[in-house]
């Protein structure tokens, strides 16, 4: 009874699949492709995450593009030098070596030293804040501090501490895939450097104006650009900005600074500004 | 009776104010008037600090084709230009004013009534811009641009917006009720400006009898239609009320001059009479003043540029537990962020709300009960519009039709799960015109 149903059913499938393998068999050894090993060696010491910091949509395209144009100047910004080292070998030549960047935040107003205009309720992401107001703190150019950077981040390099947010920069890869998912732009990126400083404060408002919304704020007081022996401090729409090629990170900006909580951060001593604040 | 066809709620009206005649409030002690009121580019400002301005003078320049002018709500000094909190939720450029108490008119402005029959279609609307009108029902469009629609659309119906439809709001009401004369006035010279055969109608709920049975006294001498609508939320929206009038659909991507409407507020046809017959300039609105946590709830005339702590001082008090201060609507409008925003000349209501028992955003997940789907006035699936949204697939949540939404709020009412859909769709929107602002730049 069975083997009357059994045995055709699996007689004629088995026929179908035969029949159906060896055309597929065919196909595929006539129109094969030629497929360049070398893609495949670079696609494989390449990181692999699709993170589009390259400007390619993703890691193959990147490798497929760059063995078949040689390109030397093309670099993968995750990789950094030891990467552009390992594609030059596979390659048979000398890649330019990338600028390592790395995100950072122009804010230090946590929720501390920010004041607040109005709770908000709604969907806790950014973006979503936006649409109701400029944002729970009063100062309109500051890190909203719901978190929407986190989940673009590949990396998990974000996360959200006393409503800032912090980037961990030893994650960080320079991909610059946050950019696009902060409404204030209080997100840049910059050049990764062993030391440097930068002004962690966003606010185009007036100086009377930031000190009212924030204890972190940039008033614009010119006392850094003053003290500043080699120019490397200016001044545009009340707030001040450290031209990084000429700061030789001496670090007279951060004596100077009046604000509360110092604007004026040193990447990789924060040393200064923590025995400022305990002072 | 006409309603429109698909969707709809009926939340519970709560027209608290309804029997209140409006009152006029005294003038502040300082006004702010943001130059951003109306939908387009912000005015050019035209007055410096410490100048003296008159009531009704011009402090803020059309800057462009789709933007309005800005005036003075009263005499006195120029305090301050600078950005301040706007009902919108932005920060946005204010002149403030110090009022001299005189309230004088600027020169011109305080004549006789003027026979607008004598005035040519140029000169209305060069009158109706002149003295900023724009719709006053929330979106602030300038009204004599929508009175100037391309030469090639035929206008066959003129529809002046009565419905009112969103709970507690009553300033559209009273002045149906006290004001028909400038109404019908109001409608006719806008009538005036189009060519050939055209329907005029006013819509209007069934539950304002009172303002339907006024204005048929009013209007119907005149050739002009009543309509009593059925109550229904968002009966007011635009393509809704064209929908329920005449029958026709504004689709996706139309405006309704694509099918002959145009659709007028009841406050911008009464500014429309005050610019071409008084000369005057739009300085003051209707505002309804409601909600269960302040003590006088009313309809009052006050000044654009009033700020909502002046108000609260004028109707009294608002209880402890208001945790929430809106500027429109319960289901469309905004909560403000400070109490320092000021009446702006698309302020129709300011309620007082306390809904701390909901507290933080509780949404949950879908249900797929699809009541949101029932409602919805455009036809759309808000639950997958949220779902999309959530997921960040901002190239297939256009397909969807995403731009349609017209954000009535339909569907966030309806949701027993209590998903934030309307803020999704709004976060969706903010988000695909960032990414288009970033692709072309």
Not at chain 1, 183 to 208: E, H, W
Not at chain 2, 155 to 174: V, W, Y
Request: net charge positive.
């Amino acid at each position: 009874m069975i083997s009357d149903v059994f045995i055709p059913a699996v007689s004629s499938l088995g026929a179908v699949a035969l029949a159906l393998g060896l055309i597929i068999h065919f196909v595929s050894k006539k129109f094969h492709v030629e497929e360049d090993p070398t893609v495949k060696l670079v696609n494989g010491i390449l990181p692999g995450v699709n993170c589009g910091a390259c400007g390619f949509p993703s890691c193959g395209q990147f490798a497929e593009v760059l063995v078949e144009t040689r390109n030397s100047t093309m670099t993968c910004p995750v990789g950094g030098a030891d990467l552009a080292a390992k594609l030059g070998e596979a390659l048979g030549m000398t890649m330019a070596e990338p600028k390592p960047q790395l995100a950072v935040l122009l804010c230090q107003g946590n929720n501390d030293v920010a004041r607040q205009t109005a709770e908000y309720l709604g969907i806790q992401d950014c973006w979503a804040a936006t649409q109701a107001f400029a944002g729970p703190k009063q100062c309109r150019y500051s890190c909203i501090g719901l978190g929407s950077c986190i989940a673009w981040c590949d990396f998990g390099a974000m996360r959200l501490e006393n409503g800032l947010i912090v980037i961990d920069k030893d994650l960080c890869t320079g991909c610059a895939a946050c950019i696009p998912a902060c409404p204030t732009g209080v997100l840049v990126m910059q050049d990764k450097k062993a030391s440097r400083y930068f002004i962690a404060c966003n606010s185009r408002d007036r100086g009377a104006a930031t000190k009212k919304a924030c204890d972190a704020g940039c008033t614009a007081c010119q006392k850094c650009v003053k003290v500043c022996e080699d120019n490397a401090i200016v001044i545009e729409e009340f707030l001040a900005r450290i031209v990084q090629d000429k700061c030789t990170a001496c670090g007279k900006c951060i004596e100077v600074c009046p604000t509360k909580v110092n604007c004026i951060r040193l990447e990789n001593d924060l040393k200064a500004v923590k025995q400022k604040q305990a002072s | 009776m006409n309603t429109f066809r698909t969707g709809g709620i009926h939340p519970p009206e709560s027209k608290l104010t309804g029997n209140s005649p409006i009152e006029v409030m005294p003038l502040p002690s300082e006004l702010a008037i943001p130059l951003s009121q109306h939908l387009g580019k912000p005015a050019k400002p035209v007055v410096k600090m410490n100048d003296e301005v008159k009531k009704g003078q011009l402090i803020g320049e059309a800057d462009g084709f789709i933007s309005a002018n800005v005036h003075a709500s009263t005499s006195g000094k120029i305090k301050a230009i600078k950005p301040h909190p706007h009902p919108g939720g932005q920060y946005a450029m204010t002149v403030f004013i110090t009022p001299d108490g005189k309230d004088e008119w600027a020169e011109g402005l305080e004549c006789a009534p003027a026979d607008w029959k004598r005035l040519s279609k140029q000169e209305i609307l060069r009158k109706i811009k002149d003295a900023g009108v724009v719709g006053m029902g929330g979106a602030g469009f300038p009204t004599n641009v929508k009175l100037s629609p391309p030469p090639d659309k035929k206008i066959d119906t003129l529809i002046l917006n009565g419905a009112e439809c969103e709970p507690f709001l009553t300033a559209d009401h009273r002045l149906m009720v006290e004001s028909p004369e400038d109404i019908v006035t109001g409608l006719e010279i806008m009538a005036s400006l189009f060519d050939g055969p055209l329907k005029i109608a006013i819509g209007i709920e069934s539950n304002k009898q009172d303002a339907i049975e006024t204005l048929q006294r009013y209007a119907l001498p005149k050739q002009i239609d009543v309509v009593s609508l059925k109550t229904k939320y968002p009966q007011g929206a635009e393509k809704q009320l064209i929908n329920a009038i005449t029958g026709r659909i504004v689709g996706e991507g139309e405006l309704p001059f694509d099918k002959g409407c145009i659709v007028q507020n009841i406050g911008t046809a009464v500014a429309v009479c005050e610019a071409v017959c008084r000369n005057r300039p739009l300085i003051e609105r209707v505002v309804t003043v409601s909600g269960m946590e302040i003590t006088r709830k009313k309809n009052i005339t006050v000044r654009i540029g009033t700020s909502f702590s002046d108000i609260i001082a004028f109707c009294g008090n608002m209880s402890d537990k208001t945790n929430q201060v809106i500027s429109g609507g319960p289901m469309m409008g905004k909560a403000v962020f400070s109490l320092d925003v000021p009446v702006v000349k698309t302020t129709s209501g300011i309620l007082f709300i306390n809904n701390l028992a909901l507290g933080k955003s509780m949404e949950r997940t879908c249900i797929r009960c699809g009541r949101c789907v029932e409602v919805c006035p455009q036809g759309l699936a808000p639950w997958l519009l949220a779902n999309v949204a959530q997921l960040r697939h901002f190239d297939e949540i256009q397909t969807l039709g995403l731009a349609n939404c017209t954000e009535c709020g339909s569907c966030t009412y309806v949701c027993p799960s209590r998903r934030e859909l309307v803020h999704w769709i709004k976060y969706a929107k903010a988000l695909v015109a960032n990414r288009q602002k970033r692709k072309s730049a």
